[in-house]
C-alpha cells in the first residue's frame, strides 16, 4: 500500500520555532548580564529533547525554552539528541556538568526504558534531580480510516472474530505504545499483532498507509491527522474526554473499563549533584511560567494537558511510574 506522510501540527510547529528563535534574540543582549541566582551569565541554558524534531516531546520542550528565556534571563536553545526510545538523549544529559545549565525533557519511557532494558547507561532516579512536571498527555487508540470499525465494541467483536489479523505499531519495547497496547489487548481478550517501529513518525506514517492497522500513543501524535480525516480515533486514556478530542470518548467508557487511565507524563530534569540553590531557581521560575495563561494555552495547542507540580511531587511521579514497571516486568517473566 502507499505510504502517507504525517501532518504534523505543523502551524504549531513552526509557530514555536519562530518563538524559541525571538525568545533568544530577546534575552540574548542581556548576556552580560546578571542571570537568575545561582546560574552564569555567560552560559545559555540547554534543554534536551531525547525526541526527534516535532514530536510532542520536542515542542513542549519549545514552549518552555521561550519563556524560561525570558524568566531566566539567559539564552535558551532546545537541543534534540534522539534515539534508543529517549535513551540515548537522557544518558547524555547524565553525564553533563551539574551547573542548572543542561535540563532533559523526562517523560515516561525515561523511568520505564532503563527498567525493561538491560543496555541502558544511566538511572533515571539516581542520576537526576526533578524540577517539575510539566503536563501530561492521554494515549489516544487511532486507526487506519479503511478498517471498517468505528468504535472500541467493534474494534473488540473484530478482533474475536479475526484473531490475529489486525496489527498496531509501536515505537518498541518499553515504550507506551507497546506496554499500554499490550495492557488493553489483554484487557479486552483482543488478539493484535505488534509491528515494532524505531521512530513514532514512521509509525504514524504506516499507520495512515495502512501498513499497520492502528498506533495507540500519545494524542498530540496524531492530532492534525485525526483533525484532517486521515486517521480516526475511537478511544483516549484519560478520565475524562480531552479539549483536543472531544468527540471522542474515553476508553473507560467506550470498552466498559471504569477507571481506566492511560497517559504520558512529562517534565523537566537535572543532572544529579546540581546544586540546591540552582534547582530552586529552576524549579521557580518553571512554575512561574507554568500558571500563565498564555503558557497553558500553547501547551493546549499542542495537545497536551497543562499539569504542572513541584520537584517533590514530581519525583513521587517517577517513582511510582518505576514501582509499575518493575511489577509489570516481574509478572511478564513468571
Known amino acids: 500500500m502507499t505510504t502517507t506522510t504525517p501532518s504534523f501540527p505543523r502551524r504549531a510547529c513552526l509557530a514555536l520555532l519562530?518563538?524559541?528563535?525571538?525568545?533568544?534574540?530577546g534575552v540574548s543582549s542581556a548576556w552580560a548580564q546578571t542571570a537568575a541566582a545561582g546560574l552564569s551569565p555567560n552560559k545559555p541554558l540547554r534543554i534536551v529533547s531525547p525526541y526527534s524534531a516535532g514530536s510532542g516531546v520536542d515542542m513542549i520542550a519549545r514552549v518552555y525554552a521561550k519563556y524560561l528565556g525570558e524568566v531566566l534571563n539567559l539564552p535558551t536553545v532546545v537541543e534534540n539528541r534522539d534515539g534508543a526510545?529517549?535513551?540515548?538523549?537522557?544518558?547524555y544529559v547524565a553525564k553533563q556538568p551539574a551547573d542548572?545549565?543542561?535540563l532533559l525533557v523526562a517523560t515516561t519511557p525515561f523511568v520505564v526504558g532503563p527498567i525493561s532494558q538491560s543496555n541502558t547507561s544511566y538511572d533515571p532516579l539516581k542520576d537526576f534531580v526533578a524540577l517539575a512536571q510539566l503536563a501530561v498527555n492521554p494515549l489516544a487508540l487511532t486507526?487506519?480510516?479503511n478498517l471498517p470499525i468505528k468504535t472500541m465494541a467493534e474494534l473488540v467483536?473484530?478482533?474475536?472474530?479475526?484473531?490475529g489479523k489486525l496489527t498496531y505499531a509501536?515505537?518498541?519495547?518499553?515504550?507506551?505504545?507497546?506496554?499500554?497496547?499490550?495492557?488493553?489487548?489483554?484487557?479486552?481478550?483482543?488478539?493484535?499483532?505488534?509491528?515494532?517501529?524505531?521512530?513514532?513518525?514512521?509509525?504514524?506514517?504506516d499507520t495512515i498507509g495502512g501498513t499497520v492497522d492502528m498506533y495507540y500513543t500519545v494524542q498530540s501524535t496524531g492530532l492534525s491527522n485525526v483533525h484532517a480525516g486521515k486517521l480516526r480515533a475511537i478511544g483516549v486514556g484519560s478520565l475524562k474526554r480531552t479539549t483536543s478530542l472531544p468527540d471522542t470518548p474515553t476508553i473507560a467508557?467506550?470498552?466498559?473499563?471504569?477507571?481506566?487511565?492511560?497517559l504520558v507524563w512529562y517534565g523537566l530534569v537535572a543532572p544529579a549533584g546540581?546544586?540546591?540553590?540552582?534547582?530552586?531557581?529552576?524549579?521557580?521560575?518553571?512554575?512561574?511560567?507554568?500558571?500563565?495563561?498564555e503558557v497553558m494555552e500553547d501547551v493546549k495547542k499542542i495537545g497536551f494537558e497543562p499539569m504542572a507540580t513541584s520537584p517533590q511531587v514530581f519525583m513521587q511521579v517517577m517513582t511510582k511510574e518505576a514501582e509499575k514497571a518493575t511489577a509489570a516486568l516481574r509478572a511478564v517473566k513468571k
Not at 513514532?200 to 506514517?205: I, K, S, T
Open 253 to 262: 467508557e467506550a470498552a466498559n473499563l471504569p477507571g481506566y487511565e492511560s
Open 100 to 102: 542548572g545549565h543542561t
Open 274 to 293: 546540581t546544586p540546591p540553590a540552582e534547582v530552586k531557581t529552576l524549579s521557580d521560575a518553571i512554575l512561574k511560567i507554568s500558571g500563565r495563561p
Open 170 to 205: 509501536s515505537s518498541g519495547p518499553g515504550t507506551p505504545s507497546q506496554l499500554e497496547m499490550e495492557a488493553l489487548k489483554a484487557r479486552l481478550g483482543m488478539d493484535i499483532r505488534e509491528i515494532p517501529y524505531k521512530s513514532n513518525a514512521q509509525a504514524l506514517a
Open 157 to 163: 467483536a473484530y478482533t474475536k472474530a479475526n484473531p
Open 85 to 91: 526510545g529517549g535513551m540515548i538523549g537522557s544518558a
Open 143 to 145: 486507526i487506519n480510516t
Open 18 to 25: 519562530r518563538a524559541t528563535t525571538i525568545g533568544l534574540l
